[in-house]
Structures are given as C-alpha cells and as structure tokens.
C-alpha cells in the first residue's frame, strides 16, 4: 500500500518575478545603508540623496580668542607713548575689565587722564590704585601728580616724598616732588629734587618735564628750553612739551620760535586745543590780534569745555576795549570754573567802562579778596574809584 507523506493542500512555487523584485528592493536598501555609513564618516555625500539632519554637517564659526589683559596693558602703553591718550585710557580700562584689582593699570590711566584734563577721574584712579595696594612706590607717584594738578598741594607731596622713601631710585617720584614744590612756590627745594631725579633717570621725561618747570618757576626759561627739548627727544608725540617749550620761547620774547613749537605740535596732534589755545596767546602778546582771535576760536572749537581760551579771548577784547566781548568770554571761562584773579579786575574794569558800577563792584570786591596788594587790582580800584563814586 503507497503511502502519501504529504498532509494538506499542495502548495503551488512562487511566481518568477516575485523573486526578482525583493533581490532588486534589498539591494538597494543596501546601497543607501553603504552611503550613509561613509557619509557619517565625511567620505562621500550625494547631492541626490539628503542627509538625516542629524548627520548634516553644520557651519561654526571659529571661537574668537579672548585677549588678555597684559595684552591690553601693551597696547595702552603703546598708545599713550604715541600721545593717544583717550585710546591709551581704553585699553587700561579693559585690562581692569578682566582683572579689576590691577593696581597698575588704574595707576598708568591717571597721567593719560590728567593730560586730557579729567582731573577727577584721574584722583580717582589714582586714590583706587591705592586703595588696591597702598605700598607700590607708582600708586604713590600717580596719585601724588593728580592731586597736584587738583590743587591738593599738601596731600600730593606727602604721597610723592613717601613714593621715595620706599624707593630711593624712584626717579619719577623725585620730579613729581619738584613739580609740587615749584607749584608750592618752593622752586629752590623742587629744583634739588628734580636734579635728583635726572640723576636717577637721565630718559625719564617726567624727570626732563619737571627739571625745567621748576627752572620756568624760578624765571630761568633759557635753562628750562634745554629740559623741554630733551623731554620732547625722550617722548615726541606728546603735544604738551611742545607747549611748555613755546610758552618758554615767548618768555624770551622769541615769537618766531615758539610759533614753529606751536605748529609742530598741531602736526602731531591737531585736536589738542591747548595748542591753539597757546597758538593764539603767543599772537596776542606780539600784537597780533586777528589771529589771535582765529586760534583762540579753534580752540574753543574743538573743546567748548576748556576755560582757558576763553579767558585769552577776553584778554584780547579787552586790551582792544571792546568791552561787551571781553565781558562775555572772561564771564564764560569763569563759569568753566576759571578762577584767575585778572578775569575778575578785568571783568571789574570792562563793567565801569559799560556804565554798569554795579557789576564793577561785584568783581572788583572778588579781585580784592583773592590779593587786594596786586598792582592791576589796585588800577581796577582806582578806575572804580574815578568813575562810579
């Protein structure tokens, strides 16, 4: 008897082209696997066939390198040697930034400081370096200058004398003391003092500067040029040497020279108004007026905040009695915090000859309370005195 091994229905073979299509669909499934695998290896990216996002290359920008303070620190140095003093005072500001109890840097911003006449802040960053590190003979130093500048007189020489006690090779403490002894009306103690620091230093410009300011308050300009003139050779961009040295010229009544200072001074810094400001004093003392006045307006100009032009212009006004002119900017300079004793005896004698005693008293009673012995005090009241009683 056969036997039928085969339990149920029998089943009929697949059709030949099934088998076609599945080969056909796993190969390229295959193909797309392969290509994603070298893509996430950066080896090959079709243009035809986009990339999950998560393998897609993304652009980023490289990390920009934060600078370092000691690089700011360089570049303001290297900006204030080059006269850039409000750039110089950037730098340090980003170096106290990154490190706010960098002494140095608040001590290095005073002098830049307190050449662009921001004596309060300069005291203040002075008093901060201090306040940071109380014995680093520089603070003392810095500190001592901005407090000169303020008027301070006692304070600062006190800071400069200590600055050279803690070191006695400080040459610039020296030359800050002589500097505060001459403003003290103690030129002969500043000038042992500034020798002193030339000595130490002979390429300080501090200790050059400061040798002949003592020498200028003493009355020998001739010996003060020399000093200027090896302080413009040690730092010649710094426009304000070139200002004491022409102020020194005319002192000496040598207009030619101090007008070719003044004009090398406006090539290395033509926005400085302290130069056209003294531009237009050396005109007006030689007798000319026009320009005189044309500098003096350029200097107002580039700083309407500066007294001191304005104090000139009235000068200038005055002795050609325009008298509403001179009033109007020796009024002004006082109001910029001028407080110089010819803006009030002018002011006094300009109001008489505008009829208005009144307001010629009111400035002749201030010139006599600052020094009623003056000479040009003592012609003020005397015009006061002849025509308003």
Known sequence: MSINMYIGPKKRGAPWWQGCLLSFIILIVGAYLIVLLLAS????????????????????????????????????????ANGQFAQAIAEYQQVIALQPLNDIAYARMVKPLILLRKYDDAVNAGRRAMQINDQRPENMGALAEALDWKGSYDEALNLALRATELNTNYSSGYAYAAEIYADMNRPDEGLRSALKAVQLDDNNVDAHRDLAYVYEALGSYRKAIPEYQRAIQIAPKFAYLYVSLARNYLAINN????????????KIDPNDPTVYDELGWVYAISGDYSRAIAQLDQAIQVDPTYEVPYGHLGHVYFVQQDWQDAVTNLEKAISLGGNRLEYYYKLSISYVNLKDCGKGKQYLDKAMQMNSTDTAVQGALDWYNQHCK
């Open 41 to 80: 290896n950066g080896m090959y990216v079709s243009q035809n066939i986009p990339l999950p996002k998560s393998l897609q290359p993304t652009v980023t920008p490289s990390p920009t390198p934060t600078e370092t303070a000691q690089s700011h620190m360089q570049k303001g140095d290297a900006f204030f």
């Open 255 to 266: 207009i030619k020279d101090a007008v070719a200072t003044l004009q090398q001074a406006l």
